[in-house]
T-cell receptor, first 111, second 109 residues
Framework: NAGVTQTPKFRILKIGQSMTLQCAQD?????MYWYRQDPGMGLKLIYY???????DKGEVPNGYNVSRSTTEDFPLRLELAAPSQTSVYFC??????????FGPGTRLTVT | RKEVEQDPGPFNVPEGATVAFNCTYS??????FFWYRQDCRKEPKLLMS???SGNEDGRFTAQLNRASQYISLLIRDSKLSDSATYLC??????????FGAGTRLFVKA
């Protein structure tokens, strides 16, 4: 099993550009999450999903959108990128609602 | 006040030393607690769960004190490979999982 995969690994965006961060898991987990991690800070939940077609906002959803059309995939969309969105983004999945498995992360810089 | 607070460290210890990390949480309704390990520029990985009765896994012991609302992680006989950031995590129900900012550990030869 590949576990949780994320693409791209790195990306530099200009202010106002948009992009989609891809996340996929092959563990047949129902729950998936998107977090951002800023230096010296804990992980902050952006969005989560409890199954295909069902998503909800986390702690810091502004500036982001998600969709979950399949169990495996949970892409995160950034619209009109801003410097405040410079961060490391982690996707995670779990079968239970608290033991989470993380992808390798996407390092995003917005300049 | 942060919901989960940790001493950021860094803790610098020699190989073979015993080191302890503490973590406090503010939400008394928190149900479950975990320690995750995060290597430099890598993703967090579950290290162990924390129970009131204590939980031991090899050189690692985790403890929960609900009355004082703190969690601890003890590492005995530290190895160079233990160098990492250790994240304290509290699950408060629904999908609210709160990650602490982490404690950095450096183990030196």
């Amino acid at each position: 099993n590949a576990g949780v995969t994320q693409t791209p690994k790195f990306r530099i965006l200009k202010i106002g550009q948009s992009m989609t961060l891809q996340c996929a898991q092959d563990m047949n987990h129902n729950y998936m999450y998107w977090y951002r991690q800023d230096p010296g800070m804990g992980l902050k939940l952006i969005y989560y999903s409890v199954g295909a077609g069902i998503t909800d906002k986390g702690e810091v959803p502004n500036g982001y959108n998600v969709s979950r059309s399949t169990t495996e995939d949970f892409p995160l969309r950034l619209e009109l990128a801003a410097p405040s969105q410079t961060s490391v983004y982690f996707c995670a999945s779990s079968q239970l609602s608290y033991e989470q498995y993380f992808g390798p992360g996407t390092r995003l810089t917005v300049t | 006040r942060k919901e989960v607070e940790q001493d950021p460290g860094p803790f610098n210890v020699p190989e073979g030393a015993t080191v302890a990390f503490n973590c406090t949480y503010s939400n008394s309704a928190s149900q479950s607690f975990f320690w995750y390990r995060q290597d430099c520029r890598k993703e967090p990985k579950l290290l162990m769960s924390v129970y009131s009765s204590g939980n031991e896994d090899g050189r690692f012991t985790a403890q929960l004190n609900r009355a004082s609302q703190y969690i601890s992680l003890l590492i005995r006989d530290s190895k160079l490979s233990d160098s990492a950031t250790y994240l304290c995590v509290a699950y408060t129900g629904g999908f609210k999982t709160i990650f602490g900012a982490g404690t950095r550990l450096f183990v030196k030869a």
